[in-house]
């Protein structure tokens, strides 16, 4: 059993709050919407980028936004390949900022393993 880490760090990508934390292998979630940057709730590449990210909220139209500094986390743009929808809405996820581009909606409390090959890596919004 995988534990998550228990610190969260503030930001806001837009005019409303929300957080994050790096929550780690495993499917574990316990945030509005978790995303992996690997198949099978895995934690992705961490050059520059979370592996993983909890967030509160069912809204973001940038990826790219999410950073601290502090621990040079930069970005969930264009690598999730697993998700969790942890909230009783249909969330869209899209494959450019802004809620613009290709889509891919999941359903209330929905977990994917590995999300669709034509939106693999290319998720950079979404919303309920």
Same mark, same amino acid.
């Given at each position: 059993?995988?534990?998550?880490?228990?610190?969260?760090?503030?930001?806001?990508?837009?005019?409303?709050? =929300? %957080?994050?934390?790096?929550?780690?292998?495993?499917?574990?979630? #316990?945030?509005?919407?978790?995303?992996?940057?690997?198949?099978?709730?895995?934690?992705?590449?961490?050059?520059?980028?979370?592996?993983?990210?909890?967030?509160?909220?069912?809204?973001?139209?940038?990826?790219?936004?999410?950073?601290? =500094?502090?621990?040079?986390?930069? +970005?969930? =743009?264009?690598?999730?390949?697993?998700?969790?929808?942890?909230?009783?809405?249909?969330?869209?996820?899209?494959? #450019?900022?802004? /809620?613009?581009?290709?889509? /891919?909606?999941? +359903?209330?409390?929905e977990?994917w393993?590995?999300?669709?090959?034509?939106?693999?890596?290319?998720? %950079?919004? /979404?919303?309920?």
């Open positions: 059993m995988l534990l998550a880490i228990s610190a969260l760090v503030a930001f806001t990508p837009s005019a409303s709050a =929300q %957080s994050k934390a790096p929550i780690g292998d495993g499917p574990r979630c #316990d945030y509005s919407v978790c995303l992996w940057g690997n198949a099978d709730f895995r934690n992705g590449p961490k050059v520059n980028k979370f592996g993983s990210a909890g967030l509160d909220t069912i809204r973001l139209e940038d990826l790219g936004k999410l950073e601290n =500094q502090y621990f040079g986390w930069k +970005g969930m =743009q264009d690598i999730t390949s697993s998700l969790v929808n942890n909230t009783p809405y249909r969330i869209c996820f899209y494959s #450019d900022n802004n /809620f613009r581009g290709l889509q /891919f909606c999941v +359903g209330p409390y977990r393993a590995s999300v669709p090959y034509w939106i693999n890596d290319r998720i %950079s919004s /979404f919303r309920a």
